[in-house]
Structures are given as structure tokens and as C-alpha cells.
């Protein structure tokens, strides 16, 4: 049987994955679907190579995690 993997939202493909690991054409269906790396965006390294912490790096992705996490709120809130 053929799944249709453009039919499945991305809950369901994920679900599917997960019980179907050995599924390449879905993996390759859920990968494609993630957001290009033009559109990600990319943190400095939090520790050195060597595994020395740089508190400047961590600042700026705490910062920005709870900045996301109040917009998540803030979309919640609004949503009847």
C-alpha cells in the first residue's frame, strides 16, 4: 500500500515516522517539509570547541527563547 504523505498533515506524517522508521520515502516526505535553512534562524555556539560555556551566547538564546515563548502566549491568549 502507498501512502499519500502530501495528504497527511504534519502531525500525522510525524506520527506515522515515528512508527515507521525504517520508512525512507516518509522521512524524505517530513524532512522536505521543514522550513529552509534561508528562513531558520541560527544562534551562536553556547560553548567553545573545547565545552567552555560563553555566557554572551547563552544571554542572547535565553533572550530569544523567552521572546518566543511570550509571542506563543500572546497567540494563545488572542485566540478565542
Not at 497527511?8 to 510525524?14: A, N, V, Y
Not at 560563553?54 to 497567540?75: T, V
Amino acid at each position: 500500500m502507498k501512502h499519500k504523505f502530501a495528504e497527511m498533515s504534519g502531525k500525522e506524517l510525524t506520527a506515522y515516522v515515528l512508527e515507521h522508521r525504517e520508512d525512507i520515502e516518509a522521512i524524505d516526505a517530513l524532512v522536505s517539509r521543514r522550513s529552509p535553512d534561508s528562513e531558520a534562524t541560527w544562534y551562536p555556539a553556547p560553548c567553545t570547541p573545547e565545552g567552555v560555556p560563553i555566557p554572551e551566547n547563552i544571554r542572547i538564546m535565553e533572550e530569544a527563547f523567552r521572546q518566543k515563548f511570550e509571542e506563543i502566549d500572546r497567540k494563545k491568549k488572542s485566540q478565542p
